[in-house]
């Protein structure tokens, strides 16, 4: 009976030893990045890093065909804290109101209109890229005592004739070091 016993562990360890063999046929490497920072930033426009940009009344007939823009407003994210001398940007990601492609969707009773979001040099913002890199935001630096004012600009963009109504939005942002 004790013969059968450690007989029977040898072969149970036994087929353990191999089943792992058998099992190591595919193997690979697994690569971790990332980055530390010494500062955080903190956010000086609005309040709690949120804030609101109020666009002008445009006429209906201003936007009267698809790909009509109007009402191109600028706007700051103003940031200190950061650490100084470093580039810097924002990345842009959908928020409750959604994407339309590259275009913010409106919320809001208007038809057939969007929101467009610019860069610095007045270029849109592709909103369906992940990175602040392929959305084409402009790289900022930090001054030295470790501020930033990232500028920006949004426009109303006709989907086709608008029709009259409020225009309402929102997108979510994060400041990253490149």
Known sequence: MKIAKVLSSLLFAAGALFSQFASAATSGVITFQGALVADTCTVTTGTNNNFTVALPSVQTSTLAS????????????????????????????????????????????????????????????????????????????????GA???????????KGTTTAGSVLSNINYTIVYN
Not at 95 to 108: F, I, P, Q, R, V
Not at 119 to 126: F, P
Not at 148 to 158: D, M
């Open 66 to 145: 698809a790909g009509q823009i109007g009402g191109t407003t600028p706007f700051t994210i103003g940031l200190t804290g950061c650490s100084p001398s470093v580039p810097i940007r924002a990345s842009f990601a959908a928020g409750s109101a959604g994407l339309a492609g590259d275009h913010m969707k409106n919320t809001g009773l208007a038809g057939n209109v969007e929101l467009q979001l610019l860069n610095s040099s007045g270029t849109a913002i592709a909103l369906s890229q992940s990175t602040a890199a392929a959305q084409g935001d402009t790289l900022q630096t930090t001054d030295a005592t």
């Open 148 to 158: 930033a004012n990232l500028a920006y600009s949004v426009q109303y963009y006709a």
